[in-house]
């Protein structure tokens, strides 16, 4: 049974930095696209950030040039490392990973539990 587990969040001033970390574990042939995903309160879940198998990143308008997303592929880890914090990046922060349990499809996706990221002074 696939897992992602996702850890780092917490609570930090503007203009303070947090880095996540999301695990994959279980079951895991190959991972393709992982992603982070944000819900701030009474929003949408947006995307944050995605980086490809071969480590291709994309990024959400709002966090470029504050944000960036990498990957150990070994672990089977994603990361999103956070500078320069404002108070609207707030929000749970979810991990999602689309996943091969073995050679032939299907693929499936993924989600962590979340994970809270509080900025405030």
């Known amino acids: 049974q696939v897992q992602l587990v996702e850890s780092g969040g917490g609570l930090v001033q503007p203009g303070g930095s947090l880095r996540l970390s999301c695990a994959a574990s279980?079951?895991?042939?190959?991972?393709?696209?992982m992603d982070w995903y944000r819900q701030a309160p009474g929003k949408q879940r947006e995307l944050v950030a995605r980086i490809s198998s071969a480590g291709t990143t994309d990024y959400t308008d709002s966090v470029k040039g504050r944000f960036t997303i990498s990957r150990d592929n070994l672990k089977n880890t994603v990361f999103l490392q956070m500078n320069s914090l404002k108070p609207e990046d707030t929000g749970v922060y979810y991990c999602?990973?689309?996943?091969?349990?073995?050679?032939?499809?299907?693929?499936?996706?993924?989600w962590g539990q979340g994970t809270q990221v509080t900025v405030s002074s």
């Open positions: 999602h990973a689309i996943i091969s349990s073995g050679p032939l499809p299907p693929l499936r996706q993924y």
């Open positions: 279980g079951g895991i042939f190959s991972i393709y696209v």
